[in-house]
């Protein structure tokens, strides 16, 4: 099993890395092709600029990661300008929800008009790289002196069959709970070590309150959510193979395990059967139910101190570190785990105007001194490099010191690649076959058993296993 000791993650992820500029240079134009020479940091004058290469930087619509790109784009051009390089980002932004953003790139790279660089679905990314859709990055980042600051527990989440795709992330994920709520009805916020131990807990949730106990991602309306923000650390929490000998694991003791929390959870009255059957799952739940205390648990990454719940959240929630703590995920053996979701940032286009000038806005964007300053605007997660809390002292206080906690996570929590060829067919399979068990369609194991056709018909039976 592919595991090392120690991530909606799609803003979440690059906007922590990616999401840096200058504050200062936030006001600077890109120059014109006809602009003088600007002046080097020496004092002379800077060798006039070639032709303007324009390339495009696409990430989904959300308002605060356009927030962030406006100030990074226009930090990076005017660095451009200023170091006399033809180089010049114009963002462009695609649609909001996971499903339509998957469904663009896609569509995208199979008419060969990917934008030079942008924020990919993480289970696209093996599929991407074998179909040559992704350009390698590795002579322009591991030469450059900032590489030697990222974990080596995250450098593999960026390396696909021998391509550097770009720049390592982390994040992490957690169970998210009103800490609130339980205290005020005597319900013992202990960590649950084990999911018979997660149950009783949400029997006393349902028996002493008026909260739904739990909002875990499921079914299909979520999008990857299903599979990224709580199937991957359900499925990892119970012992056995997920991905070997470069295969998928789909029908098999643990997998079966996964599916039946779902089904545990919806048969009892525990799960937001009916939210999350609406077309935008995480509003009900996440943006209404958490904060008002309707509903008790949920799942996700390290966005939600800021994204979801901060004062310039989606939904702010007030005396938010007093009212919400987190667990880590119940396991069969009885020790929790944080889950550390490495990943990668932006990626760039096989067919990109200029792979140097790509990689160097990436660089541009993880420099701690310009993500120091971005942070301030918003940070979805925690900072991967290891010198950025030397760089940046303030890093330890900003949203209460949660993201510089979640740092400290990437080399004690558990991992797993799931990043892996098919993972978007995975993905897929995970969301039709909860939708199954939470509706009461299928029990967990008619669900397994119709995932594990499915995947074998969509991925071929030479890239699947059964196990008993």
């Known amino acids: 099993m592919s595991t090392h000791a120690m991530s909606r993650r799609r803003f979440l992820q690059s906007s922590a890395v990616l999401a840096a500029g200058s504050l200062l240079a936030a006001c600077a134009a890109p120059a014109a092709p006809s602009a003088p020479a600007a002046q080097s940091g020496s004092g002379e004058a800077a060798a006039p600029a070639a032709e303007l290469i324009e390339l495009t930087y696409l990430t989904p619509d959300r308002e605060l990661e356009n927030r962030v790109k406006e100030v990074v784009v226009n930090g990076f051009n005017a660095r451009m300008e200023e170091e006399g390089k033809p180089f010049r980002v114009k963002g462009i932004v695609g649609p909001a929800t996971d499903n339509d953003i998957k469904t663009k790139l896609t569509l995208d790279a199979a008419a060969g008009t990917l934008p030079d660089i942008f924020s990919a679905r993480p289970e696209l990314l093996a599929d991407f790289v074998a179909a040559n859709y992704l350009a390698d990055l590795r002579p322009e980042l591991e030469n450059w002196d900032g590489w030697s600051q990222y974990p080596a527990v995250l450098k593999p989440f960026a390396d696909f069959d021998g391509k550097l795709i770009g720049l390592p992330t982390g994040g992490t994920f957690s169970m998210y709970y009103r800490k609130d709520l339980l205290e005020a009805n005597d319900i013992a916020t202990t960590q649950p070590a084990t999911w018979d131990e997660f149950y009783a807990t949400c029997g006393q949730i349902a028996d002493k309150t008026d909260a739904v106990p739990t909002g875990i991602p499921a079914a299909t309306p979520w999008g990857g959510g ?243």
């Open 226 to 468: 299903t599979w990224g923000e709580a199937f991957q650390m359900i499925w990892l929490s119970f012992n056995g193979p997920i991905f070997e000998d470069g295969k998928w694991v789909i029908h098999s003791p643990n997998l079966l395990s996964a599916f039946q929390v779902y089904e545990t959870l919806s048969s009892n009255g525990w799960l937001t059967v009916d939210e999350l059957l609406s077309p935008n799952p995480w509003e009900p739940i996440k943006y209404e139910g958490f904060p008002n205390g309707d509903v008790a648990v949920v799942t996700g990454g390290d966005w939600q101190w800021t994204f979801d719940w901060g004062p310039e959240g989606a939904t702010p929630i007030e005396g938010l570190f007093e009212k919400v703590e987190r667990w880590a995920f119940p396991a069969e053996d009885g020790k929790p785990f944080t889950f550390v979701d490495g990943g990668v940032g932006a990626v760039v286009a096989a067919n990109t105007d200029s792979i140097e000038g790509s990689a160097a806005f990436l660089k541009f964007g993880s420099e701690p001194e310009v993500t120091c300053e971005t942070m301030k605007i918003h940070i979805g997660g925690p900072v991967a490099r290891m010198d950025f809390a030397e760089k940046c002292p303030e890093y330890l206080d900003i949203v209460n010191g949660k993201m510089a906690q979640a740092s400290k996570f990437f080399e004690t929590g558990r991992t797993f690649n799931f990043n892996q060829l098919g993972a978007g067919k995975i993905s897929d399979g995970v969301g039709r076959a909860t939708e199954d068990i939470i509706t009461g369609t299928a029990s967990a194991q008619q669900a397994m058993d119709a995932f594990a056709d499915a995947m074998t018909d969509s991925l071929g039976a030479e890239n699947v296993m059964r196990i008993s």
